[in-house]
């Protein structure tokens, strides 16, 4: 994941400055070749007066800062830094490059005394200890990084609710200052009705190119279905707003309305942009849209889902996600392929038909309680097994009897949509959670 980074080497002259002097090339040459852009000192920073003077030259937004105690240095430092510039802070140490000799460069110390005034002011950090050329330091730091940066960007989501959520549906609201508190997360309403009308008068021209481009991922599709046509101007009108509201993703109620009033399902317009990264969740499902996002951040652009848990198959230890014909197109099974298909309740086009393909998944959820926000996660293996139901489905392997895992989700209140990726982001979820102050409820572990 690029990150725009602010990259500070701190060290003391009083240290060995030829070793300091390795370990910070090494360093600037690693973050040179992870991030999209590093903001550096041409210099190791060895005084509070030079870094005083680097920092007044900062004129770039960053997502993170990577403070590195290239040898000890005192708290000094980091507060000033700190004081300027608020963002999660990743402290790295490196090893002494001789043990039984003098003490070179003194730099787990400094990175304890770094985490220690990081502590006390009340920011969120992380902590990375060995060499740039090690390859455990390397992936920690890619990690650390793609969850700062997914903390950055939440920060500045807009979110499209087009429409609200269905009666009794209360899993999909929010509350707006809430949400925006915890995460920087901002709401961007869209009349549905108002699109709707808007969107049966996009002309030919503009919602073709949507047409040929589902035609090239959808098997059986009919170009000639009204439906079809309905699901363009959708879509059309759908990526005006995005671009007129800078929204970066949506929730979007779609029953009964969407058969009623536009005579189309909403689940191929949602999975048309998911597969394009804008994640779209349905049933105007805000936080179930929020945990999408997430899940697309860190995995670095996969295709997430958004699905009920079901069924239980005990035969296989697994759990079964399901919905009514919503799905990425990239993440039918390659035995299949995504299929055009109907509403199973409504018999109205267009929805997805598939089984989702097998792999390592996480399972994640931003939940709301009374007493604030809180993270859901496990993990699991997707089975390549047919699909079980009319829509799109996903049956999940479990490491935990999945009769004490769906019992836990129970007792624990969960909302009933879980965002699905094919990828293991664990890890980075509880650290996204850390940083953030954020009880995570970690199932299967």
């Not at 509350?175 to 996009?202: C, I, M, P, R, Y």
């Not at 996002?293 to 069924?311: E, F, K, R, T």
Request: hydrophobic share 40%.
């Amino acid at each position: 994941m690029a990150n725009s980074i602010l990259y500070l080497p701190i060290a003391r002259k009083t240290f060995n400055m030829e070793e300091a002097e390795k370990i910070w090339k090494a360093s600037s040459d690693l973050l040179s070749k992870t991030c999209r852009y590093v903001k550096e000192p041409e210099y190791l920073i060895t005084s509070p007066d030079e870094l005083e003077d680097f920092l007044a030259t900062v004129d770039v937004d960053v997502d993170t800062i990577v403070y590195q105690s290239v040898t000890f240095a005192d708290g000094e430092f980091i507060q000033a830094t700190i004081n300027k510039i608020k963002v999660p802070v990743v402290v790295w140490s490196v090893r002494e490059p001789v043990v039984g000799q003098r003490l070179m460069l003194n730099s787990l110390t400094g990175g304890n005394s770094t985490c220690h005034v990081l502590q006390s002011n009340n920011r969120s950090f992380s902590f990375v200890f060995g060499n740039p050329d090690e390859a455990q330091v390397k992936d920690t730091l890619a990690s650390h990084l793609s969850v700062t940066k997914t903390i950055y960007n939440t920060s500045r989501l807009c979110i499209g609710v087009v429409g609200d959520h269905p009666p009794g549906f209360y899993f999909s609201g929010t509350n707006k200052e809430k949400l925006q508190h915890t995460f920087g997360v901002t709401l961007k309403d869209v009349d549905l009705l108002h699109a709707f009308k808007e969107a049966k008068e996009v002309p030919e021209e503009r919602w073709k190119k949507e047409v040929d481009t589902a035609e090239n991922k959808i098997i059986g599709l009919n170009r000639n279905d009204e439906t079809v046509m309905r699901f363009a101007q959708f879509t059309v009108k759908m990526r005006d707003y995005i671009e007129e509201e800078k929204l970066s993703a949506l929730a979007i109620r779609c029953w009964p309305d969407f058969f009623n009033e536009l005579g189309a399902a909403a689940c191929s317009t949602l999975s048309h942009l998911t597969d394009e990264s804008m994640v779209s969740a349905c049933e105007s499902d805000i936080h179930g849209s929020l945990s999408m996002y997430i899940l697309n951040q860190l995995s670095g652009g996969a295709a997430p889902y958004l699905g009920d848990m079901v069924h239980i198959n005990q035969e296989n230890n697994a759990m079964v996600f399901w919905h009514c014909g919503a799905g990425a197109y990239s993440l039918a099974s390659q035995r299949t392929g995504a299929k055009a298909g109907v509403h199973p309740n409504r018999k109205m086009g267009l929805t997805m038909e598939f089984g989702l393909k097998p792999g390592k998944v996480t399972i994640f959820r931003v939940g709301a309680t009374p007493e604030g926000y809180r993270l859901l996660v496990f993990t699991g293996e997707a089975l390549d097994v047919p699909q079980r139901f009319n829509g799109t489905t996903i049956e999940v392997a479990v490491e935990k009897d999945v009769q004490e895992v769906m019992q836990e989700l129970m007792l624990e209140g969960f909302e009933p949509h879980y965002a699905i990726v094919h990828a293991d982001v664990r890890g980075q979820i509880k650290e996204f959670g850390r940083l953030l102050n954020l009880p995570v409820v970690e199932i299967n572990s």
